[in-house]
Every structure is written in structure tokens, then in C-alpha cells.
């Protein structure tokens, strides 16, 4: 993902809410979101060059999402995908399954939040190790830091928490958020460029642009009894939809 929000346990009816936008270059292949046939409780989609995932959820009862963290130069070649990172999370099983174990140092600079029934955590690796738990409460994540109030990180949460005070019903309302493609006039300025060369200074939540752009939004819902739906709506190069995909799961009480 490039930019987040989420509400965690911040309703009596929702447990947990994302609405989120995955930017990447369109030439990158990627599978839509599905349940994998391995493991097959795995709710996600798939970058197809490296194998991972950037956000998804299991039926065992874990959810994950991933940003890169910019401001650290290029990514070193050497290091292992962040997308392994949150496939070993939602599948719990491989070096990275245990989130309060797993070492982000084998990693290229990253936010990752990870969640289940209980608790929400969010860890990064820059400046240093970060690894603390969520209270109750709506956060935004972009390529910066948590809650770092960029331009369309503060929207974002402005559009979920406005949904959420709002009678927090019907999530894929929240998709019509994520579409918006211009450029909020508030929040700081980005300290430093992105690691991406064709991703603007500063960017909307959506990004429309033939080469760098968005290429899907997503919504994770799960509500107080387990009862979950992902929604992920997808877009061609010229920033219009292409497809989109809706499935609905249940978290173990």
C-alpha cells in the first residue's frame, strides 16, 4: 500500500476498518485479489514479480498491510521482499510468521501493521527497530512515518473518520475516498523525495498517470462477531476501473 487508513476497534460494531490504495508501476504484474489456493485461508491479492502481498486478511484470524518507507535511497536488491513479509503473517507459517518475533532488518525500509482479534501492532524499521500496539483509534500511513500528517494521509483519515461518525455503515462507500485525485490543501510537505522517480513530490490519495499510478483501492471490514469483507476495485493505466472484486469471511471467535 502508499496510503492508508484505519480504524481499529474505534466503533461498538466495527472490530477493524481499512481503506487503502495500493501505487505501484502498471507494467509490475499482479493477480487480483482471491482466496489463495495455498494456504487456502488466505485472503489477498498477489504481486506476481515477487510472489507477496501488500495487504490482505486470513480466516484464522489476521490481518496485515505494508507501505515502503521513503527517504532511505533506492531499495538494496539483496534484501528480502516485503510482500514475503505479509504473506508469512497472513499464512502463519514461515520465517516471518510471528509478528512479535519477526525481524524487519532482513528488509528494505517499511511500516507494517499487523492485527488480529486481540490487538493491532504496528512495526517498522527505520530510523530503528519499532515495534508497539495500537489503542483504539483511527491512524493514518502513507511512505512516512505513523500518523505523519502529509497531505493525503490527513484526508484519508478525515474520510474514514467522517464515515465512521457518520453511522459507519455500507464500507464501499469509502471507495469513492479513494478516488479522490486532487491534492489536499493541507498537512506539511514531504521532507523528502520519493525513492520512485515517477511518483510525484506530492501526490492525492489517487495517483492518474499512464506510467506510476494507482492500481487498486482497497476496503478490509470486520465487524464486532468476525464477520468480514474485502472489496478491492482495480484500475487500468488510464486510471479507469477495470475490474473489481468483493469477498466476504469470517474470523474464528
Given at each position: 500500500?502508499?496510503?492508508?487508513?484505519?480504524a481499529?476497534?474505534?466503533?461498538?460494531?466495527?472490530?477493524?476498518?481499512?481503506?487503502?490504495?495500493?501505487?505501484?508501476?502498471?507494467?509490475?504484474?499482479?493477480?487480483?485479489?482471491?482466496?489463495?489456493?495455498?494456504?487456502?485461508?488466505v485472503?489477498?491479492?498477489?504481486?506476481?514479480?515477487?510472489?507477496?502481498?501488500?495487504?490482505?486478511?486470513?480466516?484464522?484470524?489476521?490481518?496485515?498491510?505494508?507501505?515502503?518507507?521513503?527517504?532511505?535511497?533506492?531499495?538494496?536488491?539483496?534484501?528480502?521482499?516485503?510482500?514475503?513479509?505479509?504473506?508469512?503473517?497472513?499464512?502463519?507459517?514461515?520465517?516471518?510468521a510471528?509478528?512479535?518475533?519477526?525481524?524487519?532488518?532482513?528488509f528494505?525500509?517499511?511500516?507494517?501493521?499487523?492485527?488480529?482479534?486481540?490487538?493491532?501492532?504496528f512495526?517498522s524499521?527505520?530510523?530503528?527497530?519499532?515495534?508497539?500496539?495500537?489503542a483504539?483509534?483511527?491512524?493514518?500511513?502513507?511512505?512516512?512515518?505513523?500518523?505523519?500528517?502529509?497531505?493525503?494521509?490527513?484526508?484519508?483519515?478525515?474520510?474514514?473518520?467522517?464515515?465512521?461518525?457518520?453511522?459507519?455503515?455500507?464500507?464501499?462507500?469509502?471507495?469513492?475516498g479513494l478516488?479522490?485525485?486532487?491534492?489536499?490543501?493541507?498537512?506539511?510537505s514531504?521532507?523528502?523525495?520519493?525513492?520512485?522517480?515517477?511518483?510525484?513530490?506530492?501526490?492525492?490519495?489517487?495517483?492518474?498517470?499512464?506510467?506510476?499510478?494507482?492500481?487498486?483501492?482497497?476496503?478490509?471490514?470486520?465487524?464486532?462477531?468476525?464477520?468480514?469483507?474485502?472489496?478491492?476495485?482495480?484500475?487500468?493505466?488510464?486510471?479507469?476501473?477495470?475490474?473489481?472484486?468483493?469477498?466476504?469471511?469470517?474470523?474464528?471467535?
Amino acid at each position: 500500500m502508499c496510503v492508508l487508513a484505519l480504524a481499529w476497534k474505534a466503533h461498538p460494531h466495527w472490530h477493524l476498518v481499512m481503506a487503502g490504495n495500493r501505487d505501484e508501476l502498471h507494467e509490475r504484474p499482479a493477480a487480483a485479489l482471491a482466496r489463495w489456493a495455498h494456504p487456502d485461508h488466505v485472503i489477498a491479492g498477489r504481486d506476481l514479480r515477487s510472489g507477496g502481498t501488500w495487504a490482505g486478511a486470513s480466516e484464522q484470524g489476521r490481518f496485515a498491510v505494508v507501505t515502503n518507507l521513503r527517504g532511505y535511497g533506492a531499495p538494496l536488491p539483496d534484501r528480502a521482499s516485503r510482500g514475503a513479509l505479509v504473506s508469512d503473517l497472513l499464512a502463519g507459517e514461515g520465517r516471518y510468521a510471528d509478528p512479535d518475533q519477526v525481524s524487519c532488518e532482513d528488509f528494505n525500509p517499511l511500516n507494517l501493521i499487523v492485527a488480529d482479534r486481540d490487538r493491532a501492532i504496528f512495526v517498522s524499521n527505520r530510523p530503528g527497530p519499532i515495534h508497539s500496539l495500537l489503542a483504539p483509534g483511527i491512524y493514518g500511513l502513507s511512505n512516512g512515518t505513523l500518523d505523519e500528517p502529509w497531505p493525503k494521509t490527513l484526508r484519508l483519515k478525515e474520510i474514514l473518520l467522517d464515515w465512521v461518525v457518520g453511522g459507519a455503515a455500507e464500507p464501499e462507500t469509502l471507495l469513492d475516498g479513494l478516488g479522490e485525485d486532487h491534492l489536499p490543501a493541507v498537512g506539511l510537505s514531504l521532507a523528502t523525495p520519493s525513492d520512485v522517480p515517477q511518483e510525484p513530490p506530492q501526490s492525492p490519495i489517487f495517483i492518474r498517470n499512464p506510467v506510476y499510478g494507482t492500481r487498486c483501492s482497497t476496503v478490509v471490514a470486520i465487524d464486532v462477531q468476525g464477520r468480514g469483507e474485502i472489496i478491492e476495485r482495480r484500475f487500468s493505466s488510464a486510471g479507469d476501473v477495470s475490474g473489481e472484486t468483493r469477498l466476504r469471511f469470517f474470523w474464528p471467535v
